[in-house]
């Protein structure tokens, strides 16, 4: 125990240590930006002018609020009152200008003083620690300790989690509650092969850490539909495998029961999220509504002006969730303009030639960890190679695999962050196919 203890604490220093030599993107600014609702909250006392209404002006502060989460937002504000930092020390809105030149930013004030942009990078780090834990506490699901080194190994050390874990973005807290979430359905999957009832605190942390993971980003859907429908897959093929477990009279009562439990679960952490986010305070279904034209109208923008590769084919979209986690080399920046810009061509070389910047992306150990990748999904289906016992936990892994495939099966932009939940997925079959691997070896040196 002491050991994973220490594990864990020599990842997450890792990680803080190279905080400051992240290269810097221009969306940190943004969400340092919106911190302010802090103050707006916390210090000015004027909650009632967080609810937003149409017309939502591009960069206006109703746009930004109803298209970002919360979460990263009051944790910057909190850790910036706390080193006496004020509203006035933000950059100008919207935080970083992207209809400008790098160097025209820079000079209206756009790039936020070190010690502004190190508290929303704190804020990052401290997420970003909870989603190395919830790996660690995922990958002890699937084989127990070694699955888990592994996992967080590959996972704290990929250096797109790494990069993008260490900004200020909402991408660390989308992992962290994310993860927090899959950990806690397996949990209640497992729990429940062994027959335990009730469950309600687990029941209460789950409704808790989906609400936050879409709280932190809308993209944390994928891990809450994983974690939901991973856990309703696992009570069906309980069910089948035992259908008078507990009632004989009732065979599939407790399906019925759990289907119950997870609906409930859902609504409850639905409530939650609007209550934890203002900017859907009035009238949430319309406010719904508008985030999802919004959402739509970024997508175009995106792929008419700043993306020109977008949108991207299906056979391309596919190469990428190969390639992405391990074969494709860290993108810094998506403005094409930003490759023109001196300093940020010079911190990247910096980043990249210091130690802290993860396990380079080298050809060679790709395609070894791709393979593996595909020898732990086989494990997952085949018993011989698997090198965990319960079947519950399965269910969980595959079907949060399968949304995570389709969801970047329907996403045009060919952006790189929006891989970053298929990263921790890979990191977990890589570590259950070297177990696997390990445990076939075995087998066949002390058979007969």
């Given at each position: 125990m002491v050991g994973d203890a220490l594990w864990l604490a020599a990842l997450i220093i890792y990680a803080a240590l190279g905080l400051k030599l992240a290269p810097f993107h221009g969306d940190e600014a943004m969400h340092i930006y919106t911190s302010k609702d802090y103050t707006t909250v916390f210090i000015d006392h004027k909650l009632q002018s967080l609810p937003v209404n149409p017309p939502?002006?591009?960069?206006?502060?109703?746009?930004?609020?109803?298209?970002?989460?919360?979460?990263?937002?009051?944790?910057?504000g909190f850790i910036m009152q706390a080193e006496g930092l004020t509203k006035q020390d933000l950059?100008?809105?919207?935080?970083?200008?992207?209809?400008?030149?790098y160097a025209d930013d820079i000079a209206s004030g756009h790039l936020p003083s070190e010690p502004v942009l190190m508290a929303g990078r704190t804020a990052a780090l401290i997420y970003f620690a909870l989603s190395i834990i919830a790996m660690f506490g995922i990958g002890w699901q699937f084989g127990g300790r070694w699955v888990a080194y592994i996992a967080t190994a590959l996972y704290a050390l990929n250096p797109i989690i790494l990069l993008n874990g260490r900004r200020a973005l909402v991408e660390g807290a989308m992992l962290g509650f994310g993860l927090l979430a899959i950990w806690i359905a397996l949990e209640i999957a497992r729990r429940r092969e062994k027959g335990a009832k009730g469950l309600w605190g687990w029941w209460l942390a789950l409704i808790v850490s989906s609400a936050l993971a879409l709280v932190s980003k809308y993209s944390g859907t994928i891990f809450v539909a994983g974690a939901f429908g991973g856990i309703f897959i696992a009570e069906v093929v309980r069910v089948v495998r035992k259908p008078t477990e507990g009632n004989p009279s009732r065979p599939y009562g407790s399906l019925v029961s759990s289907t119950l439990k997870l609906t409930a679960s859902g609504l409850l952490a639905l409530v939650l999220v609007v209550a934890l986010s203002p900017a859907l305070w009035n009238d949430p279904v319309s406010r719904?509504?508008?985030?999802?034209?919004?959402?739509?109208?970024?997508?175009?923008?995106?792929?008419s002006i700043l993306a020109p590769?977008?949108?991207?084919t299906i056979p391309q979209r596919v190469e990428g969730i190969v390639t992405q986690p391990f074969l494709t080399p860290v993108a810094y920046f998506e403005q094409a303009s930003w490759a023109d810009a001196a300093p940020v061509m010079a911190s990247i070389a910096t980043y990249e030639a210091s130690p802290l910047s993860g396990i380079p992306v080298n050809p060679v150990i790709g395609i070894i960890l791709t393979v593996l990748t595909g020898v732990g999904l086989v494990a997952v289906f085949w018993s011989r190679l698997r090198p965990y016992e319960s079947w519950a936990v399965s269910p969980v892994l595959v079907i949060w695999l399968l949304v995570t495939i389709a969801n970047l099966l329907i996403n045009p932009l060919p952006w790189q962050r929006y891989y970053l939940p298929l990263i921790p997925i890979d990191a977990l079959l890589i570590a259950i196919g070297v177990m696997g691997i390990i445990k076939v070896v075995r087998q066949r040196r002390t058979s007969p």
């Open positions: 939502y002006d591009i960069d206006s502060d109703s746009r930004l609020r109803l298209l970002n989460g919360s979460v990263m937002r009051y944790t910057v950059p100008p809105r919207p935080g970083w200008d992207w209809g400008l030149h719904v509504r508008d985030l999802g034209q919004m959402l739509q109208e970024q997508v175009e923008i995106v792929v590769n977008a949108p991207t």
